[in-house]
């Protein structure tokens, strides 16, 4: 998708992420739905790392969209996200177990939504503490 493209998006439109830091960090890889009418965001998320055990956190998000001006010129596009671990429960299963959050993010982009700022913070263990993540975004 080129920069000219991204900039007309309005309505119901898929948006995909990468995040990127220096070699060897985690990155963050987001495939959102977003729908500007009523500023809602849901999607998914997988955080990696090339490490031994490798870093694979999955995710289920949910959002809102927010349209912000800043100090300075232009204004900027800001999303919040919030992810739970997906879980495959049985259709007859009943309500099944509370599952703590392993994800949050916000995401500030430019109006076109072709670059900004990610800040995410995820666990690998659901009572284990939060890792926290701010490196630069951009669509793929």
Same mark, same amino acid.
């Given at each position: 998708?080129? @920069?000219t493209?991204?900039?007309?998006l #309005?309505?119901?439109?898929?948006? %995909?992420?990468?995040s990127?830091?220096?070699? &060897?960090?985690?990155?963050?890889?987001?495939n959102?739905?977003?729908?500007?009418?009523?500023?809602?965001?849901?999607?998914?998320?997988?955080?990696?790392?090339? @490490?031994?055990?490798?870093?694979?956190? #999955?995710?289920?998000v949910?959002? %809102?969209l927010?349209?912000?001006?800043?100090t &300075?010129?232009?204004?900027?596009?800001?999303?919040?996200?919030?992810?739970?671990?997906?879980?495959h429960?049985?259709p007859q299963?009943?309500?099944g177990?509370?599952?703590?959050?392993?994800?949050?993010?916000i995401?500030v982009?430019?109006?076109?939504?072709?670059?900004?700022v990610?800040?995410?913070?995820?666990r690998?263990?659901?009572?284990?503490?939060?890792h926290?993540?701010?490196?630069?975004?951009?669509?793929?």
């Open positions: 998708m080129s @920069t493209d991204v900039k007309q #309005a309505g119901l439109f898929h948006l %995909t992420l990468h990127g830091g220096a070699p &060897g960090a985690p990155t963050d890889t987001l959102l739905t977003v729908y500007t009418p009523k500023r809602e965001v849901t999607g998914y998320s997988l955080v990696t790392q090339a @490490t031994n055990p490798p870093l694979h956190v #999955a995710s289920h949910t959002g %809102t927010i349209y912000e001006t800043v &300075g010129p232009g204004s900027k596009i800001r999303i919040d996200l919030n992810g739970w671990p997906e879980i429960w049985p299963g009943g309500i177990p509370v599952i703590p959050q392993n994800y949050k993010a995401l982009l430019e109006p076109n939504y072709a670059s900004g990610i800040r995410y913070e995820y690998t263990d659901l009572s284990g503490p939060w926290v993540v701010e490196q630069p975004v951009h669509a793929a």
